[in-house]
């Protein structure tokens, strides 16, 4: 019996399942400078807590085709900061999952400034 080990690609299988996937992606998109954490509301109305960016994943045979919500600071250079984010997403699948990326679709769906907005009035 021989006590080196088989080459790893010969010893079995690796499967990532897409939720860890999603989670890697919404991490780097979270890490870039000018994004940002939506407030939850409800009828307008602030519910307490956040949202980070979300993501969906899906693969094919030419890699993952992932799909990103975000939100970003205001003001901020949009175009500048969604490389940033293309980057690191496409950088970190690679060095994490060994994974390609064959699509990335970024949705800037809010922008929000400093300012902590207003309490809901009554009158």
């Not at 699948?93 to 949705?107: A, C, E, F």
Request: glycine share 10%.
């Amino acid at each position: 019996m021989s006590s080196e080990l088989a080459d790893a690609g010969e010893r079995g299988t690796l499967d990532i399942d897409q939720s860890v996937l999603r989670k890697i992606v919404e991490h780097a998109a979270d890490q870039a400078p000018g994004t940002r954490h939506r407030s939850r509301t409800v009828a307008g109305l602030g519910v307490g807590g956040d949202a980070g960016p979300s993501a969906k994943i899906s693969s094919g045979s030419g890699g993952l085709d992932v799909r990103l919500n975000l939100a970003l600071s205001y003001p901020s250079p949009i175009r500048s900061t969604v490389a940033d984010v293309r980057e690191r997403i496409t950088r970190d699948l690679d060095r994490l999952t060994g994974q390609q990326v064959r699509s990335l679709s970024v949705d800037v769906d809010a922008l929000q400034g400093d300012r902590v907005p207003d309490s809901p009035r009554v009158q």
